[in-house]
């Protein structure tokens, strides 16, 4: 790769570079597969409370945000549709 740099000698400086590529599906398929996470990853949405009286909301996870419940919530009624 050349950079826009220029070395001591004048010349723009270059440097080789080894690139690395992988499927992504089985970079998502090894990563929520691996035990090593199984603590950190939820698949069901919370609704996260800082007081006992559930009037201020804490959204810092993507799970704890309303977009995950209406996705689960959408996905289930489709779900309970297609069997009934």
């Not at 001591?8 to 599906?25: A, N, Q, S």
């Not at 959408?74 to 069997?83: H, W």
């Amino acid at each position: 790769m050349v950079g826009d740099k220029l070395g001591d000698d004048g010349e723009k400086m270059h440097e080789k570079l080894e690139l690395w590529r992988r499927d992504p599906v089985n970079c998502v398929k090894e990563l929520l597969g691996n035990p090593a996470f199984k603590e950190f990853i939820s698949y069901t949405p919370e609704r996260v409370f800082s007081d006992n009286a559930g009037k201020e909301r804490i959204f810092d996870e993507m799970w704890t945000a309303d977009w995950w419940w209406n996705m689960q919530v959408t996905a289930a009624c489709q779900r309970k549709s297609m069997f009934d």
